[in-house]
């Protein structure tokens, strides 16, 4: 499972956060960060639209790495891998969650927010996980506090991450990639600001390539 999440995240430091609602806005806002250099993105499962947009998004952008976000129980992970999601990701997890996902062959990024929480993910064989909500919980010191104890233990940071500190999470030896919605300002999407959107994803490339 390392192994699968670490292909997947290589040279790819920055994961954008996507809630969609129709196909206008799934193909635009996929082809301009795909256009702008960031070719694995995170659908959430907020929206009806969510599973749809995954179909949409593997249609439209074949070599593209579509995940399954904020997905909290084994029939939404089922629904998403039935999607064509790539990998999953989940906010928290229960231990049916792990269960399944362990059992699984499609990659997993379980969330978590404390340290038990990482102890417990550890049990079913994980250590890529999401830190959420990053900011919330306490960011850079958090991660820099939990690196000695947890030293095989990697981050996707989430929640509050933003173009002015990601730099600063990435350059922490336990983050192997962060996430973030800051790519797709809602604003931007509702005026179909398809080339601003692309700008974002290559200034946010741009600014992450020395963390490669």
Not at 134 to 143: D, H, S, T
Not at 148 to 170: H, M, Q, R, V, W
Request: glycine share 8%; charged share 15%.
């Amino acid at each position: 499972m390392t192994k699968k999440i670490d292909d997947i995240c290589n040279n790819v430091p920055v994961i954008p956060i996507l809630s969609l609602n129709n196909l206008v806005d799934t193909i635009g806002v996929g082809g301009a960060l795909i256009n702008g250099g960031l070719n694995v993105l995170e659908v959430t499962l907020r929206t009806d639209y969510g599973l749809q947009a995954i179909r949409e998004l593997k249609s439209a952008n074949p070599t593209a790495i579509i995940g399954a976000g904020t997905v909290t129980t084994p029939a939404q992970f089922e629904s998403a891998i039935e999607a064509g999601a790539d990998f999953i990701v989940s906010p928290g997890h229960t231990s049916e969650l792990l269960k399944f996902a362990s059992e699984s062959n499609i990659p997993t990024i379980p969330g978590v927010s404390t340290i038990s929480e990482v102890m417990f993910t550890m049990e079913f064989g994980f250590d890529r996980l999401k830190l959420f909500p990053a900011e919330v919980l306490g960011g850079i010191n958090f991660l820099k506090a939990v690196n000695g104890p947890f030293p095989k233990i990697k981050f996707c940071a989430t929640g509050g991450i933003t173009l002015d500190n990601a730099s600063e999470y990435l350059s922490l030896n336990n983050v192997f990639c962060v996430g973030g919605t800051w790519l797709v300002p809602n604003k931007l999407i509702e005026l179909k600001k398809w080339k601003d959107i692309e700008s974002l994803a290559i200034e946010a490339s741009t600014l992450l390539n020395k963390y490669l």
